[in-house]
């Protein structure tokens, strides 16, 4: 079994023919199988419930939030990690915040120090990571598919400095430069999976952010193909943000009336994926009667908990363990330039594993291996 593989085991944790899979948590069961390893999976992306409640600037003078006080550090120079956030906030319950976390999560078992500078207009990427290579930083993350050319420059003109790109494909490896993406196809093909199954109207929709940005893109073919999989009948309603970079995943009211229009169509089962955008889709169709709903990136049960009257699953990216990981290979001098391939899952189904049955888990379970054995065509990438 490969290390693919064995991340990917992990998803189906919940599903009972795949219980005992990948997983190192003491958890408790949380289902008749045992949905631990799932859980601990999903556990590590969580927020920690400590996130900045302003605007994610510190109030000193250099526009950075401090994880600690400069004038009280050792003589030695402690570690530093600068995070950049696309234009979406750092609190974004979604994929700055997950981002986030696994810088914190790094700094605390290194006794690093981490800051973040938000991201208010595209224009700003460079400038922003200019502020931490200013301030000496060690490792820098920058957060999403747009800030991937500015952060190969700065790379390439850096090369002291380490640099995490989470979304960024790597066309051309930098030593120090890693790529944190993901098979969201995969993950988008797993909820879709479930959605073909749980639909009753036999119409899904997806609320989405840009079409500018690949991974979005993957998602949204993963879920229409996954959903098709399992139900040939089902129709599928998916909208992208009409928007660009620095609109198309901060906007929840889009995200809410896009949500009302599909379910007006009579999708039962919508997916949200596009930051606050998506998270506003969901917040709207758990107001409503008789539809699911699903989240993206990280286990929005935990993040986004005015959805959980529809939440039935989210598709995840590990991005959390995903940059811890890459910053403490960073520090320890293990670092490799290149792509890394992070880990995708479905979420716990929470308050609705008893509308998961059994026939449904075993389904997943054989998608799971098809996936696994590159015998199942997600749509991603095209042609």
């Given at each position: 079994?490969?290390?693919?593989?064995?991340?990917l085991a992990m998803v189906l944790a919940v599903v009972s023919m795949l219980a005992a899979a990948c997983s190192g948590s003491d958890e408790p069961e949380t289902t008749e199988a045992a949905a631990a390893a799932t859980t601990a999976a999903a556990a590590a992306d969580e927020p920690s419930g400590d996130m900045d409640d302003g605007d994610g600037m510190d109030d000193g003078d250099d526009g950075m939030d401090d994880g600690g006080d400069m004038d009280e550090m050792d003589d030695a120079e402690p570690f530093k990690i600068g995070l950049v956030t696309d234009t979406g906030k750092v609190d974004d319950k979604s994929f700055n915040q997950s981002a986030w976390e696994g810088a914190e999560q790094a700094a605390a078992a290194l006794g690093a120090e981490a800051n973040y500078i938000e991201?208010?207009?595209?224009?700003?990427y460079e400038n922003n990571i200019g502020l931490f290579i200013d301030d000496g930083?060690?490792?820098?993350?920058t957060v999403g598919f747009g800030?991937?050319?500015?952060?190969?420059?700065?790379?390439?003109?850096?090369?002291?400095?380490?640099?995490i790109g989470v979304d960024q494909f790597q066309a051309e490896a930098l030593p120090n430069l890693a790529g944190l993406i993901f098979p969201e196809d995969q993950s988008g093909f797993l909820a879709g999976a479930l959605a073909g199954m749980l639909t009753e109207s036999n119409i899904v929709g997806a609320v989405l952010g840009t079409d500018l940005v690949p991974p979005v893109v993957a998602f949204k073919e993963g879920w229409e193909h996954g959903a098709r999989y399992t139900n040939p009948d089902v129709q599928t309603i998916s909208t992208y943000h009409p928007g660009g970079l620095d609109v198309a995943f901060g906007d929840p009211d889009w995200g809410a009336a896009t949500a009302r229009q599909a379910l007006d169509q009579g999708a039962d089962i919508i997916f949200g994926a596009g930051g606050a955008t998506g998270n506003g889709a969901l917040i709207e169709i758990a107001s409503q009667e008789g539809a699911y709903c699903v989240g993206v990136d990280t286990d929005q049960w935990n993040t986004v908990p005015e959805a959980r009257p529809c939440l039935v699953t989210s598709a995840m990216k590990l991005i959390t363990p995903g940059v811890a990981d890459l910053i403490a290979q960073a520090q320890s001098g293990d670092f490799a330039g290149g792509n890394y391939l992070g880990e995708v899952g479905l979420a716990p189904f929470h308050d609705f594993d008893d509308i998961v049955t059994d026939d449904m888990r075993a389904t997943l379970a054989d998608v799971l291996a098809g996936l696994n054995a590159g015998e199942i065509d997600t749509g991603w990438p095209p042609g």
């Open positions: 079994m490969t290390a693919f593989t064995r991340r991201t208010e207009e595209a224009k700003d930083v060690d490792v820098i993350i800030l991937g050319d500015a952060t190969i420059a700065a790379a390439q003109a850096n090369p002291d400095i380490f640099f």
